[in-house]
């Protein structure tokens, strides 16, 4: 195939989904815990469900599984799916033919809702919320008011806690150097610098 190039094709995709997150290799699993925790949260929704295709099902399982344990009673039902796409090959010489293919790649859609009648809990993929000493709740910073004059934020609270660092440590003081210190002496110099006292100053 070296004689050939690939030509750009749009990606299979699952069919869209109301309370679909679409999970892709390229973007980042912080961004998506964060999306999808604001729609588990969302009482109007309450229920999100990630989908992945070839390299991001992984990336679909790891999320689903902080999901899990950042919220409390999720129950979780997993569906594997097959697609197929259409692949074709232009010659870069002439006098080659172009080369069509068909490859199937996996994909995986993941379904987490609080409500078990928004779910189907007799399907195979099918798993009960995990328990809840297991479940860890995100954790939420109080925000601090800066309008007030004096009002102390968590960065001045930093700069105190650097500042008391440099206090205790001190300035590191420079090593002197020179022969009389002996910082420059080698061999039997630095032998005779030792054992002879320092001169009075």
Do not use: W
């Not at 232009?90 to 199937?104: A, F, I, M, S, T």
């Amino acid at each position: 195939m070296d004689r050939y190039v690939k030509v750009d094709a749009p990606s299979p995709s699952l069919p869209a989904d109301d309370d679909e997150v679409r999970v892709t290799t390229g973007g980042k699993i912080r961004d998506v815990v964060e999306y999808s925790l604001a729609r588990l949260e969302d009482a109007s929704q309450g229920r999100v469900t990630l989908a992945g295709v070839g390299k991001a099902i992984t990336k679909v399982i790891t999320v689903a599984e902080i999901l899990k344990r950042r919220v409390a009673g999720l129950h979780q039902c997993t569906s594997l799916h097959t697609l197929e796409m259409d692949e074709t090959f232009e010659p870069k010489e002439e006098g080659l033919n172009v080369v069509r293919r068909k490859r199937r790649v996996g994909a995986v859609t993941v379904t987490l809702c609080g409500d078990v009648s928004r779910i189907d809990a007799g399907a195979v993929g099918y798993q009960a919320p995990v328990p809840e000493d297991e479940v860890t709740p995100r954790k939420t910073r109080p925000k601090t008011k800066t309008n007030e004059p004096d009002a102390k934020t968590d960065d001045d609270d930093d700069d105190d806690e650097a500042k008391r660092r440099r206090e205790g440590l001190g300035a590191r003081k420079r090593p002197k150097r020179g022969k009389r210190y002996g910082r420059n002496l080698r061999g039997r110099d630095r032998r005779k610098h030792l054992e002879t006292p320092p001169a009075p100053s």
